[in-house]
């Protein structure tokens, strides 16, 4: 499932803003953007999702492009503690609830 | 609000034995899922299920596994005569009613580790 791509990896100094990109050149026009991140031995944590508009939240912040080809999840002042893998994952909320997961981002935050 | 509940958090079998995972969805959740995550690979999809009811089973193995949720109590998600293959990181996820069409986010459990020796 090639829907998503994200970057391998990416390093982050403590206290900055990390912006993760993710390219989803085919989404379709009904198809959500959502992120979520799992830390090293726990279960995925949903963190936002967007349409088509810009989204905020007390986790972080989403902006997507105005084609809707790509997005780019802001953590504004990253922590040690958001050290994890970060997955971009495109679905339908109308009929997809199986999640796909593919390799994500492995963010790492340095002091 | 307790988030998703899982146990046990660690399991270790022997091959042959019987795994029972469970798994206490978040108050007010009706849907529950399961995903299951092999060493040094992404989450797939494996059950998804309503009280009573399997909606969706399309991603667990043919053989040897099942998946529970009913009236009363957690879901179960039992694996009969492990072999060490089974062993993974199983997580399971729940979510509120469906909001008319659309399906709402999965928030996950802590995952249950099995390990088959």
Not at chain 2, 45 to 72: C, H, T, W
């Amino acid at each position: 499932d090639a829907k998503t791509t994200q970057p391998t990896s990416m390093d982050c100094a403590e206290g900055r803003a990390a912006n993760l990109p993710c390219n989803h050149s085919t989404i379709s026009g009904n198809e959500y953007v959502y992120w979520y991140r799992q830390i090293h031995s726990q279960g995925p944590q949903y963190i936002i999702h967007g349409l088509k508009n810009n989204e905020t939240n007390e986790m972080a912040s989403l902006i997507i492009t105005e084609d809707r080809k790509s997005s780019t999840l802001i953590l504004p002042h990253a922590t040690l503690r958001d050290t994890a893998v970060y997955y971009c994952i495109v679905r339908y909320r109308s009929n997809d609830y199986k999640l796909s997961f593919g390799a994500g981002t492995t963010v790492t935050v340095r002091a | 609000n307790a988030g998703v509940m899982q146990n046990p958090r660690h399991l270790v079998r022997r091959r042959g034995q019987e795994a029972r995972l469970r798994c206490s969805p978040m108050k007010g959740h009706s849907h529950v899922y399961w995903y299951r995550q092999l060493p040094e690979e992404g989450l797939k999809f494996m059950v998804y299920l309503q009280k009573e009811n399997i909606i969706d089973e399309s991603g667990m193995p043919k053989e040897r596994f099942s998946a529970e949720f009913p009236k009363e109590g957690p879901s179960i998600l039992r694996i009969q005569q492990v072999v060490r293959g089974d062993s993974a990181a199983y997580f399971c996820a729940s979510s509120p009613p469906v909001d008319g069409r659309d399906y709402n986010e999965q928030f996950f459990g802590p995952g249950t580790r099995l390990t088959v020796l």
